[in-house]
């Protein structure tokens, strides 16, 4: 599993285009090119604090995810 997953990093208003880091969909569609059995998950609104934004999603495709690894 892929995810864009943010430890820490700038105080960026990413509302704003110019101060975006990635293209997250860019980076995804790389990431699903390059690595085809790949499972890239992109959170559209998330910020540098995905992890706590997103924890109760993030857990969830993190099970699955070893859940497919262990069967």
Known sequence: MVSGLGFGGADVDDALPEARLIDAGMA???ARTLVPHAQVQ??????HAINGE??????????????????
Request: aromatic fraction near 14%; hydrophobic fraction near 40%.
């Open 28 to 30: 995804a569609r790389s």
């Open 42 to 47: 992109v959170y559209r609104d998330a910020s």
């Open 54 to 71: 997103y924890a109760d999603e993030i857990a969830d495709h993190a099970h699955r995810f070893w859940d497919a690894v262990d069967s």
